[in-house]
């Protein structure tokens, strides 16, 4: 059976790093008697320069009919980029958005694994996370914040903006319903983050989280207020097993906990909608300071893929393979620039590439 997967490679060091990916996916594909058919596809920057805009409908209607779609990073620098003179609807970002909506990819998985072979990376002492770091954010992704009303008006001479979060029950019930799955499948231990001291929409996500609790006898419940969610993500980061949680709160506490693995680097991620599909991309940005010079870490690209094939294509050995690799390479001493200490060995974003699938192999 042949599987469709989609590639957007996007801006930034997306192109070096997707490149990489690929490459492991072909020595899957090899090993392992898969057949892989790729597309490429412009997102992001790329597109704009192409079609004026960060996403083109033909884009959307290939990705929806593909098993899965492997993305890089879109954007640029702000202050320097024309792409940022573009009305914000029409910039690489939304391009982003636009393809997490009209997939349908509400629940966004992040996972944020300290590695053995990298604790000298961690900001963050022994001491205060005791056993292991090894957390999976589960971030709405497709309400709150970022798609509901919003608007810049001027009333009477004073410039006014507002954005709404808005949440239904169905919507917060779906992406629950994923994390206590995933909590299963873990330690058992969900703790649902929210602001309902304050926010109403908070409120509601409480209720329903405790109602959608009730199928999940096994799973631990915990409810935490996002405040105190940041700073214990530094003090015991330990203690946590799944973090579920609405969209906004999820974007800033996953750069954070990204951080307690040393670096963003090492990070995937998926996006997944009812059906198989996923949307899978490193959960760093296009780095356009280091966009071209070889130096990027691809294993967050690379482990995106074996999310892809874990989640998507249901090979979980495949999957498996990867990350084992990816581990005794680390194990080995190898390094790229984000995440090299003392003593250890410095590769390209290339060699990274060719050492991983030397190890699968
Ligand atoms: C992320 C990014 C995006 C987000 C941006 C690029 C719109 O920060 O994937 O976390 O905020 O969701
Ligand atoms: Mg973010």
Known sequence: MEYKIVLMPGDGIGPEIIKEAKKVLDTIAKIYGH???????????????????PLTDVAIEKAKKADAVLMGAVGADAKTSPWYKLDPEKRPEA???????????FANLRPAYLHN????????????????????????????????????????????????????ENEIRRVAKKAFDIAMKRKKKVTSVDKANVLDSSRLWRTIIEEVAM?????????????????QLISNPGQFDVILTENMFGDILS????????????????????????????????????????????????????????????????ANAIENAVNEVLNAGYRTLDIMSENKIRVSTEEMGDLIIKKIQ
């Open 255 to 318: 750069d954070e906990a990204s951080m307690l693995t040393g670096s963003i680097g090492m990070l995937p991620s998926a996006s997944l909608n009812e059906t198989s599909f996923g949307l899978y991309e490193p959960s760093h940005g296009s780095a356009p300071d280091i966009a071209g010079k070889g130096i990027a870490n691809p294993v967050a690209a690379i482990l995106s893929a074996a999310m892809l094939l874990r989640y998507s294509l249901s090979m979980d050995t495949e």
């Open 117 to 168: 072979a990298l604790k000298e990376s961690c900001p963050i002492k022994e001491q205060f996370y005791q056993t292991e770091i090894n957390l999976m954010i589960v971030r709405e992704l497709t309400g709150g914040l970022y798609f509901g009303e919003r608007n810049t008006t001027v009333e009477s001479g004073i410039r006014k903006a507002f954005d709404t979060l808005t949440y239904d």
């Open 95 to 105: 391009g982003l958005l636009k393809l997490r909506k009209e997939l349908k990819l």
């Open 35 to 53: 057949e892989f058919s790729y597309e490429e596809l412009l997102l992001g920057g790329k597109s704009i320069d192409v079609y004026g805009e």
């Open 215 to 231: 199928a999940y006898p096994e799973v631990t419940l915990e409810h935490m207020l996002v405040d105190n969610c940041a700073m």
